[in-house]
């Protein structure tokens, strides 16, 4: 074992740090957001844990407003608009696509930067003195009133979301220009579909969000008024121009997950995705619908009726493309030759998992309804199970099921199905609870309840240490794996794709020859063979 | 990774291109989603000043009297000359003329100076005239509290213009530097290309601001 492959090419920090490897720089982002994803999980078990009683006796009402804040703002800007994209697409987007890298390296390399930079710099707000707006950033409080960190806070976020603009314009360049011989865009994982529709998001969205926090900075710091009802400014205006990027920012934070469903479901039933030309459109359509239905966050917020009922008409034809792909992942199923691996455990529970989290959204998007739970613990559990529940399983999922491709070890395939099922009952317990919550009317972002509210609470609070014990469970044993873990063949799946037939883990530059593809994506024949499955 | 460990490759291109048509291809790709990003960031202002205007045209009528429409019109001529000589330039790359690709790329700069300098005679009067929003911002005139508004919008607006100016006479420095020492061929001079690019954006942004901020509205009535 002393082949040259991308991780033994170079040793040393300053090869890492200054690598314009697309996989190296995956690997950087991993360690970069799972270290997030911690700090932003230390605030949960906080919110948790302060939620066990109804008086308010652990924090402060201000600890508490600055403890739910940072936990969004890590969670969503750290975590989830980078994990898939930035970990499993840089990763794979060159090797899917025949490429011996992105098409602008050193923009990936930078993008990095800007991450760690933004990440830092939100961090040190978080520090000194934290921020309390919520990661809504919401004017006039944000702009006016606030005496937290807001401007380093949204410094930090502004700086961040140039990383995720370079991301998605490397990602569009990479798909157009940089398919192999052969690879037509028919012929393109859906993975890649999903990545190009993200891309489009990061592109035409993250832009609107960095100059909304670039005026609620402004505002902040000169007054100028764009913002602020005393001078003729609208505070509702900056509620308009955050959705205009942070609906569709959901999607940035779900499609990437969807394509990790498509590759892995069609994988584990050795089948060809049903419908793929529908489930690659749908992405799209999710990402163009995505851009006109902000204002179903703005129902209570003195829109008038007729836009509320365009906005509403408009969420629920999101509706459509989201259950294409659901209906086309389990007709893929149907007589497929399917095997229960732990990345199909993952995919599974995404399934069940976001089409709680998509139909209880149709709920929202229905005005009256949306009057009675806004701003409850209804919406909390909708897009947890959205964000984590869909998300966050597909991002595990994809982990395993790419991590012998990575890092060529095997992870423990018995403790791996182990760590799924209790992270999916983890998280039921946690988000179910908080459905019925909001539905009986608990409100968001407030840590003093009504007693009859506490046993859902607990249960709540129970649910958040099974979970947060079943996350330290693959982080243990991914790092055993490093060391310990079996070695990986080149394709221990038996999976279709250009990434299975490169060694585990690739050399630096990916393919010796450009390969020339002739066949469709999943094109795992007619009839899959009894035994064909590789047992690990 | 160093381009040495794959020393077969012609030079200036890339290793994970095939070619120089695909290296060029996706250099423009990118820059054309880059300047899309761009339209979605002065979009947002561009919304914002869209609305306020409808909703408080005097205000907005009375501030706009303030700018020196000279001053204005002097500064849209002189940044369209430099996208003329920045296009000349990007010509001389196609022909292969690397002297010139100098000449007129700080002939360019040139132009951006004076622009800027304009622009910074406007803004010290009105400093003078406490037109800048915040706590000395004074108003004597029509228009009531909004006025201030507009003056907000001025600001931002040809605030973050005059930034993407700075990082664009930042970029034609090392263009430059890189035309010196004959960086560009006429078959890879995409960095010119792009240079030209995003300098006729910056142009096209003022083209916009010009008459938003000085002079519609200026003479309804």
């Known amino acids: 074992m002393s082949t040259k492959n991308y991780l033994n090419a170079d040793y040393g920090f300053r090869s890492w740090l200054t690598t314009l490897d697309h996989k190296r720089i995956a690997l950087l982002y991993l360690l970069s957001i799972t270290f997030f994803f911690f700090i932003g999980g230390a605030f949960a078990v906080a919110i948790r844990l302060e939620l066990m009683t109804p008086q308010g006796d652990l924090v402060q009402s201000e600890t508490y407003n600055k403890l739910f804040t940072m936990h969004g703002l890590m969670m969503i800007f750290f975590f989830l608009v980078p994990s898939i994209p930035a970990v499993l697409g840089n990763f794979l987007l060159p090797l899917m696509l025949g490429a011996k890298d992105l098409a602008f390296p050193r923009l990936n390399l930078l993008s990095w930067y800007v991450y760690t930079i933004g990440?830092?710099?939100?961090?040190?707000?978080?520090?000194?003195?934290?921020?309390?707006?919520?990661?809504?950033?919401?004017?006039?409080?944000?702009?006016?009133?606030?005496?937290?960190?807001?401007?380093?806070?949204?410094?930090?976020?502004?700086?961040?979301?140039?990383?995720?603009?370079?991301?998605?314009?490397?990602?569009?360049?990479?798909?157009?220009?940089?398919?192999?011989?052969?690879?037509?865009?028919?012929?393109?994982?859906?993975?890649?579909?999903?990545?190009?529709?993200?891309?489009?998001?990061?592109?035409?969205?993250?832009?609107?969000?960095?100059?909304?926090i670039l005026l609620v900075a402004v505002e902040r710091l000169f007054r100028v008024g764009i913002f602020d009802p005393a001078l003729g400014g609208d505070p509702l205006l900056f509620q308009h121009l955050f959705w205009f990027y942070s609906h569709p920012a959901v999607y940035i934070m779900i499609l990437p997950g969807m394509g990790v469903i498509s590759e892995l479901i069609a994988c584990f039933s050795r089948k060809r995705v049903f419908g793929y030309g529908f489930v690659a459109y749908s992405s799209l359509a999710i990402a163009v619908l995505g851009f006109f239905v902000w204002g179903h966050h703005m129902f209570v917020s003195s829109q008038s009726m007729y836009a509320g009922l365009v906005f509403s008409i408009l969420s629920f034809l999101v509706a459509i493309p989201s259950a294409v792909k659901i209906f086309n992942w389990t007709a893929t199923l149907y007589k497929g030759s399917i095997s229960f691996q732990t990345p199909m455990l993952y995919a599974l529970g995404f399934i069940g998992l976001f089409t709680i989290g998509g139909l209880t959204g149709l709920f929202l998007a229905t005005l009256a309804v949306d009057v009675h739970v806004h701003d409850t613990y209804f919406v909390v559990a909708h897009f947890h199970y959205v964000m984590v529940g869909g998300m966050l399983m597909a991002y595990l999922g994809g982990l395993h099921f790419w991590w012998p491709k990575m890092t060529g070890r095997m992870y423990p395939e018995g403790l791996a199905k182990f760590a799924a099922v209790v992270i999916f009952l983890g998280f039921n317990l946690t988000f179910f609870p908080q459905f019925l919550l909001g539905y009986l009317g608990m409100p968001r972002r407030y840590h003093v309840y009504p007693e009859e509210f506490q046993v859902l609470n607990v249960m709540s609070s129970a649910g958040a240490s099974i979970l947060g014990l079943g996350y330290l469970i693959p982080m243990s044993y991914f790092a055993w794996s490093l060391r310990w873990g079996k070695r990986a063949e080149k394709n221990p799946w038996g999976a279709k794709g250009l990434e299975w037939e490169v060694p585990s883990p690739p050399t630096t530059f990916n393919f010796d020859t450009t390969p020339t593809v002739t066949e469709e994506a999943y094109d795992y024949g007619p009839k899959p063979e009894p035994g064909e499955v590789a047992h690990v | 990774m160093s381009d040495a460990l794959h020393g077969d490759h012609t030079p200036g291109l890339a290793h994970h291109f095939e070619d120089f048509e695909q290296q060029n291809e996706s250099a423009s790709l990118g820059m054309w989603a880059f300047l899309v990003t761009e339209v979605m960031f002065f979009g947002g202002l561009f919304l914002g000043y869209a609305l306020y205007r409808t909703d408080y045209p005097e205000a907005f009528a009375a501030a706009s009297h303030e700018l020196s429409?000279?001053?204005?019109?002097?500064?849209?001529?002189?940044?369209?000359?430099?996208?003329?000589?920045?296009?000349?330039?990007?010509?001389?790359?196609?022909?292969?003329?690397?002297?010139?690709?100098?000449?007129?790329?700080?002939?360019?700069?040139?132009?951006?100076?004076?622009?800027?300098?304009?622009?910074?005679?406007?803004?010290?009067?009105?400093?003078?005239?406490?037109?800048?929003?915040?706590?000395?911002?004074?108003?004597?005139?029509?228009?009531?509290?909004?006025?201030?508004?507009?003056?907000?919008?001025?600001?931002?607006?040809?605030?973050?213009?005059?930034?993407?100016?700075?990082?664009?006479?930042?970029?034609?420095?090392?263009?430059?530097?890189?035309?010196?020492?004959?960086?560009?061929?006429?078959?890879?001079?995409?960095?010119?290309?792009?240079?030209?690019?995003?300098?006729?954006?910056?142009?096209?942004?003022?083209?916009?601001?010009?008459?938003?901020?000085?002079?519609?509205?200026?003479?309804?009535?």
């Open chain 2, 69 to 221: 429409v000279a001053w204005g019109a002097f500064n849209t001529v002189v940044l369209i000359g430099s996208s003329l000589t920045m296009a000349l330039a990007v010509r001389a790359a196609q022909l292969g003329q690397p002297k010139s690709i100098v000449r007129y790329i700080v002939l360019t700069l040139l132009l951006g100076i004076g622009f800027l300098g304009v622009k910074s005679i406007e803004y010290a009067a009105k400093f003078e005239h406490h037109l800048i929003p915040g706590p000395h911002f004074l108003w004597g005139g029509e228009g009531g509290p909004q006025v201030e508004l507009f003056f907000g919008f001025y600001f931002c607006m040809t605030g973050l213009h005059a930034l993407h100016m700075l990082i664009g006479m930042a970029l034609m420095g090392v263009v430059v530097v890189r035309a010196r020492r004959g960086a560009y061929t006429p078959t890879n001079h995409i960095g010119v290309e792009m240079l030209g690019l995003y300098w006729h954006f910056v142009d096209l942004v003022w083209i916009f601001l010009f008459p938003m901020l000085y002079l519609i509205g200026r003479h309804a009535g």
């Open chain 1, 119 to 212: 990440g830092l710099f939100t961090l040190w707000a978080v520090v000194f003195g934290g921020v309390d707006t919520g990661w809504t950033f919401y004017t006039p409080y944000s702009s006016t009133y606030a005496n937290t960190n807001v401007i380093a806070a949204a410094l930090g976020i502004f700086i961040t979301g140039f990383s995720s603009i370079l991301t998605g314009l490397n990602f569009i360049v990479t798909i157009h220009k940089m398919r192999a011989p052969g690879l037509t865009w028919f012929r393109l994982p859906l993975f890649v579909w999903a990545h190009y529709a993200t891309s489009l998001i990061m592109v035409l969205g993250t832009p609107v969000l960095a100059i909304t």
